[in-house]
C-alpha cells in the first residue's frame, strides 16, 4: 500500500495513457483481421491482405489524397495567419486588441454544428459553390484560433532580452527575426501546425456542412460505416497513428540532442 501511494501519480497517469491509447491498439489489431461479412466487427482470422492492397476499396484513396491536400493547406495557411497574429496580439498594443483576444477563443468554444451551419450559410449568401475551396477556407478559419494559441503561449514566455542582444550586435530587423526569434518560437509554430493538421485532417461536422459533392476520407468512413466497413479504413488508420508517434518520438530525440549538445558546450 506504501509503494501505492507513493507512485499513485505515475499508476493514474499509465491507466490514462493506457485508456486513450485502447482506440487505437482496438483499430491496429483488426487490420489485420479477415471479417466473414461486410462490417469489420467481430474477429475471424488473420490476414494481411488489406495492407497488401490499402487502396482496394473504390474510391477510398481518393478521398484519403483529398484529405491529406486539405490539410496540408488548411495548416500552411492557418500556421501563416496564426503565427502573425499571435505576435501582434503580444508584441503590440492596438485598439480593441482585448476584444480581439477574446473572439480568438469563440470558434474553440463553439460548437461545431453552430460554426458549420454559419459557413454554409455565409457561402450560400456569397452564392459560392460548394466544394474543395469552401472546405479549405472553414478548414483554416477554425483551425487559426487553435494556432494562434499555441504560438502565443510560445511567444509570451520568449526572452526579449535576446533579441535586445542580437540588436546591440547590429542584427538588423530580418536578421533578428530569423536567426534568434523564429527558432525560438519554432517549438510553439510546430506545435500549432501538428495541431492544425490533426484537426482539419479529422473533422466531419464542418467539412459535411460545406462539402457538397466533394467526399473527405472522414465522410467516407462514416458513409462506409452504414453499408458495411472495410479493413483498409483500419490500415489507413494505423498507418496515420503510427506516422503521428514517430513524429513526436523524432521531435523528442531532436530536441534532446540539442539540449544535451548545449549542456556540452
Not at 14 to 22: D, G, N, Q, S
Not at 164 to 181: H, I, K, N, S, W
Request: net charge positive; aromatic share 10%; glycine share 6%.
Amino acid at each position: 500500500m506504501r509503494w501505492i501511494r507513493q507512485n499513485l501519480v505515475v499508476i493514474a497517469g499509465l491507466l490514462t495513457l493506457a485508456y486513450m491509447i485502447l482506440p487505437n491498439i482496438v483499430v491496429m489489431v483488426f487490420s489485420f483481421n479477415k471479417p466473414a461479412g461486410r462490417f469489420n466487427y467481430a474477429w475471424q482470422e488473420f490476414s494481411t491482405d488489406a495492407w497488401k492492397d490499402p487502396c482496394g476499396v473504390a474510391d477510398m484513396c481518393g478521398s484519403l489524397s483529398l484529405s491529406l491536400q486539405i490539410a496540408l493547406w488548411a495548416t500552411i495557411g492557418s500556421t501563416l495567419l496564426g503565427s502573425m497574429i499571435a505576435f501582434a496580439l503580444v508584441r503590440y498594443r492596438f485598439r480593441a486588441r482585448g476584444a480581439i483576444n477574446s473572439l480568438i477563443f469563440l470558434p474553440m468554444a463553439m460548437p461545431e454544428v453552430v460554426m458549420a451551419a454559419s459557413l454554409l450559410t455565409l457561402f450560400l449568401n456569397l452564392g459560392a459553390e460548394l466544394g474543395f475551396w469552401t472546405i479549405l477556407i472553414a478548414h483554416t478559419m477554425f483551425c487559426l484560433s487553435f494556432v494562434v494559441v499555441a504560438v502565443k503561449a510560445r511567444v509570451l514566455s520568449m526572452d526579449p532580452r535576446l533579441e535586445e542582444a542580437a540588436r546591440d550586435l547590429y542584427a538588423g530587423p530580418v536578421q533578428t527575426f530569423v536567426r534568434v526569434t523564429l527558432p525560438i518560437a519554432a517549438p510553439g509554430i510546430a506545435a500549432g501546425a501538428m495541431l492544425a493538421f490533426a484537426l482539419s485532417f479529422d473533422d466531419f461536422i464542418i467539412t459535411n456542412f460545406n462539402s457538397g459533392n466533394t467526399v473527405t476520407f472522414p465522410m467516407f468512413v462514416w458513409g462506409s460505416a452504414q453499408r458495411g466497413t472495410p479493413v483498409q479504413i483500419n490500415v489507413i488508420g494505423t498507418a496515420m497513428f503510427v506516422i503521428a508517434v514517430l513524429v513526436v518520438v523524432t521531435g523528442q530525440l531532436i530536441s534532446g540532442r540539442r539540449k544535451n549538445s548545449a549542456l556540452l558546450k
